[in-house]
T-cell receptor, first 117, second 110 residues
Framework: GAVVSQHPSWVICKSGTSVKIECRSL??????MFWYRQFPKQSLMLMAT?????????EQGVEKDKFLINHASLTLSTLTVTSAHPEDSSFYIC?????????????FGPGTRLTVL | QKEVEQDPGPLSVPEGAIVSLNCTYS??????FMWYRQYSRKGPELLMY????GNKEDGRFTAQVDKSSKYISLFIRDSQPSDSATYLC??????????FGAGTRLTVKP
């Protein structure tokens, strides 16, 4: 149980285009979903926290107009990287928790590798 | 100084060895300590979850927390090639704001 999927697993796009990444909880309803970014050999950095039906809370330094998050249902959250640039190339990972679990018991998706040319 | 320090390695050991992975931290308010395993091109998987100080054992894995020294460890006994992965420590004060270490890359050679 507690499986989180992401789609696509990798994407290559041209600079200036927008990319949408989906995060789905497959066998549970996710009360909260998180979006992280991970650069090579570096820590996971929390970008934003998203609760179903409400606006996402962004971490300091993360541009909310560039990284659009939509948590439309209890099983789906999307991250759209708008007007992507090469410096946005990274590994984007989502995670989710469900009712009865603490924040610390997050279930992570497999990640999406974004390469912006 | 980073809040969570973790030696990125790489660490290479022979099969069957005992592996010791460590993290230090600066925020004495951290109460929850986690270890995640991350295989290449995959998301992290929760391995161990500990509250406050002490030891926790799960099969071949033992997590230790020493809050007085601000030091946590993960021990892997009888290491296997399938244990080859990056191990991330993580910690939080409460139900928010989890901080991750950079991860230690481990290779267990057959």
């Amino acid at each position: 149980g507690a499986v989180v999927s992401q789609h696509p697993s990798w994407v290559i796009c041209k600079s200036g285009t927008s990319v949408k990444i989906e995060c789905r909880s497959l066998d549970f309803q996710a009360t909260t979903m998180f979006w992280y970014r991970q650069f090579p050999k570096q820590s996971l950095m929390l970008m934003a926290t998203s609760n179903e039906g409400s606006k996402a809370t962004y971490e300091q330094g993360v541009e909310k107009d560039k990284f659009l998050i939509n948590h439309a249902s209890l099983t789906l959250s999307t991250l759209t990287v708008t007007s992507a640039h090469p410096e946005d190339s990274s590994f984007y990972i989502c995670s989710a928790i469900y009712s009865g679990r603490t924040y610390n018991e997050q279930f992570f998706g497999p990640g999406t590798r974004l390469t912006v040319l | 100084q980073k809040e969570v320090e973790q030696d990125p390695g790489p660490l290479s050991v022979p099969e069957g060895a005992i592996v010791s992975l460590n993290c230090t931290y600066s925020n004495s308010a951290f109460q929850y300590f986690m270890w995640y395993r991350q295989y290449s091109r995959k998301g992290p998987e929760l391995l161990m979850y500990t509250y406050s100080s002490g030891n926790k054992e799960d099969g071949r894995f033992t997590a230790q927390v020493d809050k007085s020294s601000k030091y946590i460890s993960l021990f892997i006994r009888d290491s296997q090639p399938s244990d080859s992965a990056t191990y991330l420590c993580a910690m939080s004060v409460g139900n928010n704001d989890m901080r991750f270490g950079a991860g230690t890359r481990l290779t267990v050679k057959p």
